[in-house]
C-alpha cells in the first residue's frame, strides 16, 4: 500500500484546519498514554508487593497478596482462579456471588479495561495486523506530506512529528512500515536539514517559527531559536536509527527493492550530521580507474592507517570505507566496504565500482570516506578524501597506481559547490525586430527546450525544477522571466517561451542573460539552486582572459535577427555568479 | 481539559449526510448551546467532555461511578471528504448516525451510511443509535416516526428524536450509546477475565450523567 491517503483534494486552507485537528488529537492521545501508563504502574507496584512473597519459602502459609499468615482451620484463605495463589479472604475482589479474583487479578482486568484494550483486541479480529497505536494520525500525516507541494508550513509538521515519534517508532515496529512513511521520514530529514542549514546562515528563519498554536509558543520560548533546529534534527535521527535497528522493519526492508531505502536511512543519519566525530587521523590508499571499454569507473580500496580509534575511551575502532560519487548522494551513488573489527590499520582490499559515461565524470567527484561502526548503528566519522575527477586523467598509466591520501576532516559541501557541466538544452531565439531594425521596438525570445543530468539534490526523489530568465541590461536593469514547475523530471522538457521586450539590438549588445534552474522547494521561501548558464557580454572580463563561448553565441545569436539558434549550454554550480 | 484524571476514554463518532445538524448537535451536546448557522465541517474535527457513568450491580444495586472522558467526533457529511472522514470510522467505538427529520433524502441515506460503517468501524456490528435531528421544526417535517422506528428496529439500534436547537434528547441519546458502549465492554473483558460464567457482570446504567465538567476542547 503505497500511499493510501491521497490527500490531494484537500485545499491548502483544508489542510491546515485538518492538521489542527490532528494536533488536538495527538494531544488526546498523550494525555491518555499517560494515563495508562500510570495504570500499569501501579498494577506493577501491587505485583511487587506480592511477589516479595515468592521468597519466603511456600510452605509457610500466608496470602499471597498482604502475606498475612493463613490458619489450618479458620481463615484458611482459598486459591485464586486467576494466578492460583492462595490468598486470605480480604485480598479478594467479588465479581459477582460465585466469582472472586484476588486483587492483582482483578486489577490486571481493571487496566485492561481502562485501558481500551478490549476495543483493540476487537478491531484486530476485524483488522489483523492493525497497529494499536495511532497509525492513523500517521499516515494522515504522511498523506497530507505528500500532497504538500504548496506552501503549507514545514513548521506544523515539524511540531507535530516531535510530538508523534513515539508512535512513529511503533510503527517502525509494526509490520506494515510502508512506503509512504519512509518517504515522510526521508523528506522529513531532507527538510530539517535544509531548515538547519538556513538556520546556520541566518537566512531563513521563519520556517522554523512559524507560529503553529501555542506548542510553538511554548518551545520558542523555552529554547533559543538556533537550538531548536538541531534539537529536531537529533530527535528525528535517533528516531531513525530505531527505525532501522528494530528487526521486523530490516526484515522489510531487506526485501530487494526496499533494499536501497535502508541505505538511504542511514546515510541520512550520517549526512545530517548526526554521528560522532573522531580527530581526524591517518591516510587512506586506493587506485582509481576508468574502463573505458565498459564505462566502469572502478575504486580499489587497499586500507587506511593510523586511523584514529572511533570510540577514544574505549580505544575500539571497526572502520569501513563509504564512497559517493557526488554530487549525487542518493543511494544509487552509495558504495561501502566491509567493516573491520577492531584495527586502525584495515585491509579491505575491496574494489568499488560505478557504471558512469566517460563524459559525466568531469562533472563529478569523489567522496571516499572513512567511519567507525559502532554499537546500535552509531557512527563515528574518521575522515575523508574529495577527489574532483574532472581534473583526473584517466589515460595516463600512472594514475591508475595505489597512493596514499592524508584522510581529512569533513568538508562542508555545499549542494553541487563546484561541481560543473551540467548539459542545458536550448534552443535560443533571438531578436526580431520588428520589422525595422532600427527601431526600438524589438523582442528577444527565448524557448527554453529541456535540460538533462541535473544534480539530484534530494535524496528522496526527483527534482520540481523551473527556469528562471534573467536579462541584464547594460544599466544594469533587470527583465525577469521565469518558467512554469515541472514536477519529479529528471530529464525536464518545460519548452517554455522567454519574452523580452522593448529592448534594443544596441541595448542587447552590452546585455547579458542569466538562465538559471531550480528546484522548486515545497516552501516557497527556498528553492534550490541546480545550475546556471550565461549568454552575452561579460561584465568584468580581463582583457588577457580568451572570448568565453557564452560571448561569442551571443554574437552569433545578434548577428542574425530573425532566426533561431539552438544551443546546449553548460550549467554551472556556482549559484553566486547568477542573478535571478 | 487535558488531565487524565479519568477511567475511561471513550471515543463517538457521528455520521450522516450534510446539514442534518452533527455538528450542532453535539455543540448543543459539549457546551449546551446552539449555533443556527451552517458551518460546513472541513473533514474532521472533534469536541470533548467528561462525564460520570453509574455502573450497576446485578442486582440494580448502585455500583460505582466512573469518570468518563467523551471524545466525539465530528465528520463532515460532504461527499467529497468521504475518503477522509471514513478513514476515522475505525477508531471509534461507538456512532452516532443522524439524520434530518425535515429531509427524506438524509432518511433514505441511512442505509448508505450503515453499509459504510459495516466496512469501515472496528467490527462488523459496532454500537449505534439512530438519531432524527431537527425534531422542533414539525412543520417541516418530511420523516414520521414510525419510519424511523422501523427502520431502526430493523438494524436494531436505539432510535431518538432530537434536537439541537432546543436540547430535546441530545443528553439522552449520547447517554444511550455510552450505555451501549460500557456494557459491550463489559462482555467482552467478561468473557476473557471470566472464562464461563455468561451473565456475571455487572450491567451498568447511565445515571442522568451529571458533567463534572463542561468544557470544550478549542
Known sequence: MACEFNLNFLKELEREAVLEVLYRDQMVRKTEEERIRKLKLQLQQLRWKGARNVNHEYQERSCARCQKSLGLLMNRGAVCNGCSHRVCSECRVCLNPCLWKCTVCYAHGDVKVKAGEWFFEERAKKYPGEAKGCRLTIRLLCGLWICDHGNFKTANILCFLTLGISHLQELGQSKSFNKSVENLVLSLTTHIKKISKSQNDMADRRLLTTDYGQNVERRKQRRSQSDTAINITSRVSILLYNITSSPTSDAVFCDGRKHGSLYSLNSTCTESGNFGKANVTGEIEFAIRYIFKACILEICIKGCKNLAYGEEKKKKCNPYVKVYLLPDKSPRSKRKTAVKKSTVDPEFDETLKYKIEYSQLGSRQLQISVWHAGALKYRVFLGEVVIPLAAWNFEENSMQLFNWYQLKPKQHLKPSAELTNWLFHMINAPVSGKKDPGVPNCQLQVMIFGAKNLPMLRSAGMPNSFVKGCLILPDQAEVKRKSPVLKKEAFPQWKHLFVFDGVTPPQLQQSCLHLTVWDKSSFSSSDQFLGGAKLGAEESLGSADPVPPSVLQWQEVLRSPNTWMDFTLVLHSNKENFKS | ?218
Not at chain 2, 23 to 31: E, I, K, N, S, V
Not at chain 2, 39 to 54: L, Q
Not at chain 2, 79 to 94: I, K, V
Request: hydrophobic letters at 35%; one cysteine or more; aromatic letters at 10%.
Open chain 2, 1 to 218: 481539559m487535558t488531565d487524565g484524571d479519568y477511567d475511561y476514554l471513550i471515543k463517538l463518532l457521528a455520521l450522516g449526510d450534510s446539514g442534518v445538524g452533527k455538528t450542532t448537535f453535539l455543540y448543543r451536546y459539549t457546551d449546551n448551546k446552539f449555533n443556527p448557522k451552517f458551518i460546513t465541517t472541513v473533514g474532521i474535527d472533534f469536541r470533548e467532555k467528561r462525564v460520570v457513568y453509574n455502573s450497576r450491580g446485578p442486582n440494580g444495586s448502585p455500583g460505582k461511578a466512573f469518570k468518563v472522558h467523551l471524545q466525539l467526533w465530528d465528520t463532515a457529511g460532504q461527499e467529497r471528504f468521504r475518503s477522509l472522514t471514513t478513514a476515522f470510522f475505525r477508531d471509534a467505538m461507538g456512532f452516532l448516525l443522524m439524520f434530518d427529520l425535515t429531509s427524506q433524502q438524509s432518511f433514505l441515506n441511512v442505509r448508505n451510511w450503515m453499509s459504510q460503517l459495516q466496512a469501515n468501524a472496528y467490527c462488523e456490528n459496532p454500537d449505534i443509535v439512530l438519531i432524527g435531528n431537527k425534531a422542533d421544526l414539525s412543520d417541516q417535517r418530511e420523516v414520521n416516526e414510525r419510519q424511523a422506528k422501523d427502520l431502526a428496529d430493523k438494524y436494531g439500534i436505539p432510535y431518538f428524536e432530537t434536537s439541537a436547537a432546543t436540547g430535546q434528547n441530545v443528553e439522552k441519546a449520547v447517554d444511550m450509546l455510552l450505555d451501549l458502549i460500557m456494557k459491550r465492554m463489559e462482555q467482552c473483558v467478561d468473557k476473557t477475565q471470566v472464562s464461563d460464567t455468561a451473565n456475571g457482570g455487572s450491567s451498568g446504567k447511565l445515571d442522568s450523567a451529571k458533567p463534572e465538567e463542561k468544557k470544550c476542547a478549542c
